[in-house]
């Protein structure tokens, strides 16, 4: 049965357009609750759910913990909807508690380098990331179309299909500036063929190119550089939540903490 299941909501995934490294993950934590349930896939409650987190406490990583149970309350509610179940018990179940992890900007020294040397290509995705706080998806999903010169904004589609519009700065102008002109629907980062490139694509080719500048940095960090320096200077969490596309003001205040301590940092060199 266990084989069936996964096969049927396999399918289903793929046809939503999630990506194979999701549906693999998926896959793992799926053979997981297989074996903890056995026969009782169909009948499980939310006190199986929360007994096989728990059991994994030490063998899973707090974010794999929470994965693990967003995971199976997908599965479940792909059942519901197939009326395999009458209900999704991990709606009733307690969510584990993942303590939120401190962002980690790039350092000044990160972004000037990274800025300086490689592909014309990489640098203006790193622009992107540390001068207006864009997610690799964002990125993928850029065109020249969306990027407004006259009114300086740029439309981003965000988390969700959700859509916001961030400011051109002065630090990022001169690097956009060569895509003024260009075809609307052209791709702001193309792949080796002239063609739009993966969100997954864009991370590993930003962290490899950080590496080439001798910087072990990922790409969400210019992210957290953007944002971190942003609230430095207005000391505003809304603008900043607005800016950086947070569904809630929780996820902005994270970089308040960063801000002060190098605020803090800085006046004891003093």
């Given at each position: 049965?266990?084989?069936?299941?996964?096969?049927?909501?396999?399918?289903?995934?793929?046809?939503?357009?999630?990506?194979?490294?999701?549906?693999?993950?998926?896959?793992?934590?799926?053979?997981?609750?297989?074996?903890?349930?056995?026969?009782?896939?169909?009948?499980?409650?939310?006190?199986?759910?929360?007994?096989?987190?728990?059991?994994?406490?030490?063998?899973?990583?707090?974010?794999?913990?929470?994965?693990?149970?967003?995971?199976?309350?997908?599965?479940?509610?792909?059942?519901?909807?197939?009326?395999?179940?009458?209900?999704?018990?991990?709606?009733?179940?307690?969510?584990?508690?993942?303590?939120?992890?401190?962002?980690?900007?790039?350092?000044?020294?990160?972004?000037?380098?990274?800025?300086?040397?490689?592909?014309?290509?990489?640098?203006?995705?790193?622009?992107?990331?540390?001068?207006?706080?864009?997610?690799?998806?964002?990125?993928?999903?850029?065109?020249?179309?969306?990027?407004?010169?006259?009114?300086?904004?740029?439309?981003?589609?965000?988390?969700?299909?959700?859509?916001?519009?961030?400011?051109?700065?002065?630090?990022?102008?001169?690097?956009?500036?060569?895509?003024?002109?260009?075809?609307?629907?052209?791709?702001?980062?193309?792949?080796?063929?002239?063609?739009?490139?993966?969100?997954?694509?864009?991370?590993?080719?930003i962290a490899a190119h950080a590496r080439a500048t001798g910087h072990q940095v990922t790409a969400h960090q210019f992210r957290h550089y953007y944002a971190t320096r942003l609230y430095e200077r207005c000391s505003d969490l809304l603008a900043v939540k607005a800016q950086m596309g947070?569904?809630?003001?929780?996820?902005?205040?994270?970089?308040?903490?960063?801000?002060?301590?190098?605020?803090?940092?800085?006046?004891?060199?003093?």
């Open positions: 049965m266990a084989d069936g299941v996964w096969d049927g909501w396999a399918t289903a995934m793929q046809s939503r357009g999630l990506s194979t490294k999701t549906i693999r993950s998926r896959g793992v934590f799926y053979r997981s609750w297989c074996k903890w349930m056995g026969d009782g896939l169909l009948n499980a409650g939310h006190a199986d759910i929360e007994a096989w987190i728990a059991a994994h406490a030490e063998q899973w990583r707090p974010e794999s913990r929470k994965r693990a149970f967003s995971d199976i309350k997908q599965l479940y509610r792909y059942l519901a909807r197939e009326d395999l179940v009458s209900r999704n018990p991990a709606t009733l179940a307690y969510p584990p508690k993942v303590p939120r992890a401190e962002p980690r900007p790039a350092s000044t020294s990160a972004v000037k380098d990274c800025l300086s040397s490689g592909r014309f290509i990489d640098r203006l995705a790193v622009s992107f990331m540390a001068y207006a706080g864009l997610r690799c998806v964002e990125v993928s999903r850029l065109r020249c179309g969306d990027i407004d010169f006259a009114d300086g904004i740029i439309w981003v589609e965000g988390k969700g299909g959700q859509q916001r519009f961030v400011f051109i700065n002065r630090e990022l102008r001169p690097w956009i500036a060569a895509l003024d002109g260009s075809h609307p629907h052209t791709p702001v980062y193309v792949g080796m063929r002239g063609g739009p490139v993966s969100a997954g694509t864009v991370s590993e080719r947070h569904a809630s003001t929780a996820t902005t205040e994270v970089y308040t903490k960063v801000a002060q301590e190098m605020i803090r940092a800085a006046a004891l060199k003093f």
